[in-house]
């Protein structure tokens, strides 16, 4: 069995203050798009996991995490061969182990032909990671809470896009904490201005005005930690991007193309100074 496990960009980003637990509130518009990585399942005895990144091959994974997760709730012992080749940059902003852990969830689910129902899976998937219930589902959301509170939002809307990355990556908790966010008295649940501002630009099918509504609380902390990002984001709206974000706490900046050929170019030319450059559209539909 071969599964794409994509990755996402955040469109919209507010933080609207610290909780009680430790994490954020937010609320972002998150949008798949057409870089994955791979998972490849087979037949074994007991549960082998390889990874084309020979440092990421670890019990720590998320995608072991997953597995025995899921493996920790059944009766009888399972077992399976599960290989990853990565694609998506790690510390980069756009959810790879988290997607990654989701597809295994997802895969091992059919695989094992186990049938755990939508809620259990969703339920294993907030316990790995914020961002991981986002990617049972698709392609586009909007995740309130810490992240895994989730909204489908249908539309049928191409962009294409340009990603790109200096070297260094961007550990999330340390962008979190660069915020400074005001304690939360209690859980805010309105939709945010800037959220239905990006819907409606989506709905118009207009990648300028998508340019305009993009927004990013964390862009400012992540500026701060890793000043090699404003030279990128310079290359790209040098590139022809119409608007250039951070995704998630970074360190990947996604720009907004007029169109295919834009996005195309645009990566070509980023890639001479940055060894992470992707170039296509968003997914959607699944
Ligand atoms: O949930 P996840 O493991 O992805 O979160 C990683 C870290 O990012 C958390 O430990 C926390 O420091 C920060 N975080 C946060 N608020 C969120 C999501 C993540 O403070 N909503």
């Not at 904490?177 to 501002?197: G, M």
């Not at 790209?236 to 050929?261: R, T």
């Amino acid at each position: 069995m071969i599964i794409p496990a994509p990755a996402k960009i955040n469109l919209t980003l507010r933080i609207l203050g610290k909780r009680p637990d430790g994490f954020h509130e937010l609320e972002s518009l998150m949008q798949m798009v057409g870089l994955a990585d791979t998972l490849t399942i087979d037949d074994a005895d007991t549960l082998i996991f390889t990874c084309s990144e020979p440092a990421l091959e670890s019990e720590k994974n998320l995608v072991v995490r997953a597995a025995r997760a899921i493996l920790s709730r059944l009766e009888s012992p399972q077992g399976a061969r599960i290989h990853l080749e990565k694609t998506i940059p790690a510390q980069a902003g756009l959810g790879g182990g988290s997607s990654d852990a989701a597809a295994a969830l997802l895969a091992l689910n059919e695989f094992w032909e186990l049938r755990l129902p939508q809620d259990e899976l969703i339920n294993i998937a907030a316990s790995l990671g914020s961002d991981v219930p986002f990617f049972l589902d698709g392609p586009t959301a909007i995740a309130r809470g810490r992240g895994e509170r989730l909204e489908s939002i249908f539309h049928n809307t191409i962009c294409h896009l340009v990603i790109a990355k200096p070297t260094a990556g961007l550990p999330t908790p340390e962008v979190y904490a660069r915020l400074n966010a005001p304690k939360l008295p209690h859980p805010l649940s309105e939709e945010q201005p800037e959220t239905a501002a990006m819907l409606r630009a989506i709905a118009k099918k207009d990648p300028e005005l998508i340019a305009q509504a993009l927004v990013n609380d964390l862009e400012g902390p992540a500026l701060s930690l890793l000043p090699e990002l404003f030279p990128l984001r310079e290359k790209m709206i040098e590139a022809g991007c119409l608007g250039v974000l951070l995704s998630g706490s970074g360190s990947a900046m996604l720009g907004i193309c007029p169109d295919d050929k834009t996005a195309a170019r645009a990566a070509i030319a980023l890639r001479n100074d940055f060894p992470f450059t992707w170039g296509g559209p968003w997914i959607a539909t699944r």
